[in-house]
């Protein structure tokens, strides 16, 4: 959530701001009206308040001259004031109300170097790794190639639960639980992250804190019942809500936490996109990383956070490239965005493993998340940062596809082999 008094004191900067995201102006103008009706209010509380005061002064001295007629005369003139005043703060609270209502439907506002654009055409490639390989064969998608070799059953996954579910059997569960281990022992061990693991169902609070409610209600698994739970859609969701609410103190940060969880979403809106396979699923496996720092360290924790997604990537050797997600293209509670994109050869292009965001003061500023850098000091909200470290599902399928052979066998990654239980080759 943006702050009000940065809004209120830049509003034609935040409006440039949200317009390069693609974000209607309508908004902005019923903060500025709000804010006037607001200010006009105060006005008049205060003319009343000083007015009343000045009042009580004057009855006191008629009571001590002995001028009581005159003195109630002039409590019931003051009573009508009361009266006023009771109106006026009312309006005042329904002011503030509906100004924190139009925050919390702000997105964030971008950083000075993210590229502007209407969209992910304005998206600018920043590096990339690896050379993706030239096949001798025509290489199968992988869901040809996963079923064709028992790993892969999205027939009977569609039976049991619907579409875009899958089940995977064999070496091909062996493989995706060999990522997650994999992926979790790189963050813990080499590049400093806590695990934790944290629940599935979360209530609407820990929601509205990582800005998935109000905007992202339809995306959302909701549980039927009284207590509002739903589904996480992103280990994100826990793992910044962790310290909610909390002053944390200087010295306790950053805070680095990776996290395995399967994440749930319904893709409301995406229907006709990516049906084929294991691109986009209801329910999915995601390494998360999460990051809380000091303002002042966010752009560095930023690019660690991005090189060690990245490093994933490089060792289990799979071509990708990173790119800067334009305005028109970032999610909402990100203020810069970079998304690792995986070769894919059966499309013959790069598509999206990972994105890893800066998310600034947005998220914090919504779940109350403050440090104190010293004992005397002003609370100051954290910045927060997250990542798929990978997206687990999608860096299976980028594995079976760039490791196939011409028999329509898949090898393993050579960093896998010991967590496949002597599995080298899936054939």
């Known amino acids: 959530m943006l702050d009000l008094n940065y809004v209120r004191e830049n509003l034609e900067t935040v409006r440039t701001a949200l317009a390069n ?3 209607p102006g309508e908004l902005l103008d019923k903060f500025a009206e709000l804010d006037v009706e607001r200010r006009n209010v105060i006005g008049e509380t205060d003319r009343i308040n000083a007015e009343r005061n000045a009042a009580s002064k004057e009855i006191g001295a008629l009571m001590q001259a002995g001028k009581r007629d005159e003195a109630e005369t002039k409590k019931a003139a003051v009573a009508g004031l009361k009266e006023r005043q009771s109106e006026l703060e009312k309006r005042r609270d329904e002011a503030d109300a509906a100004m924190r209502e139009v925050l919390i439907n702000l997105p964030n506002i971008p950083s000075d170097d993210v590229p502007i654009g209407s969209d992910e055409t304005a998206n600018v490639e920043i590096r990339r790794w690896g050379t993706p390989r030239e096949f001798d064969f025509e290489p199968k998608d992988h869901v040809d190639l996963g079923e064709s070799l028992g790993i892969l059953d999205l027939e009977r996954a569609t039976k049991i639960a619907g579409t875009r ?25 080499e590049h400093g992250y806590t695990e934790t693991m944290p629940p599935y169902l ?14 992202f209600e339809d995306d959302l698994f909701h549980i039927k019942d009284e207590r509002a739970f739903a589904l996480i859609p992103t280990a994100e969701v826990p793992v910044t809500n962790y310290f909610a609410g909390e002053i944390l103190d200087a010295s306790e940060l950053p805070k680095h936490f990776t996290a395995y969880t399967m994440c749930f979403r319904s893709e409301a809106g995406s229907y006709g996109r990516d049906t084929r396979g294991l691109i986009r699923q209801h329910q999915f496996e995601k390494v998360e990383l999460v990051k809380l720092c000091m303002p002042e360290n966010s752009e560095d924790e930023h690019e660690r956070l991005t090189a060690n997604a990245e490093r994933i990537l490089q060792l289990l050797e799979l071509p990708y490239r990173t790119v800067i997600l334009s305005t028109g293209d970032m999610g909402f509670g990100a203020r810069k965005t970079y998304d690792l994109e995986v070769w894919l050869p059966s499309q013959d292009t790069y598509r999206e493993i990972s994105s890893c965001s800066n998310c600034g003061d947005f998220q914090a500023r919504r779940m109350n998340l403050r440090f104190r850098r010293t004992g005397g000091a002003k609370p100051e909200f954290v910045h927060t940062l997250n990542g798929s470290g990978l997206a687990v599902g999608r860096t299976w399928l980028a594995i079976i596809e760039n490791y196939q052979q011409a028999d329509g066998s898949v090898i393993i990654p050579e960093v896998l082999h010991k967590y496949m239980n002597g599995i080298t080759k899936i054939g």
């Open 21 to 23: 995201r693609n974000f």
């Open 165 to 189: 579910f899958a089940i995977l059997n064999g070496a091909g569960a062996r493989l995706e639980r060999a990522l997650v281990n994999f992926m979790l022992d790189i963050h813990t061990t």
């Open 202 to 215: 979360v209530n609407r609070t820990a929601l509205f804190g990582t800005n998935q409610l109000p905007k």
